[in-house]
């Protein structure tokens, strides 16, 4: 939430795993693309929120670590 103008914005949509970074200033998290099935092969990349007013989630990591196997 933008404690400045009360605007909520979904940061995880289809995301887990938030944790806090750069003592409190930013958190980074999962997201993931057919987690629970669908079409295509799951992938799960990682996504970095620096927690300033207007700031938007950047990706910092295209299919993290994943594997089917």
């Given at each position: 939430?933008?404690?400045?103008?009360?605007?909520?914005?979904?940061?995880?949509?289809?995301?887990?795993?938030?944790?806090?970074?750069?003592?409190?200033?930013?958190?980074?998290?999962?997201?993931?693309?057919?987690?629970?099935g669908?079409?295509g092969?799951?992938?799960?990349?990682?996504?970095?929120?620096?927690?300033?007013?207007?700031e938007?989630?950047?990706?910092?990591?295209?299919?993290?670590?994943?594997?089917?196997?």
């Amino acid at each position: 939430m933008d404690l400045a103008t009360s605007t909520q914005t979904v940061v995880q949509e289809n995301g887990a795993q938030a944790i806090l970074v750069d003592q409190g200033k930013a958190i980074v998290f999962e997201r993931w693309i057919n987690r629970w099935g669908g079409e295509g092969e799951p992938a799960c990349d990682l996504w970095r929120l620096d927690l300033g007013s207007g700031e938007q989630p950047r990706k910092i990591i295209a299919n993290a670590a994943f594997s089917a196997n």
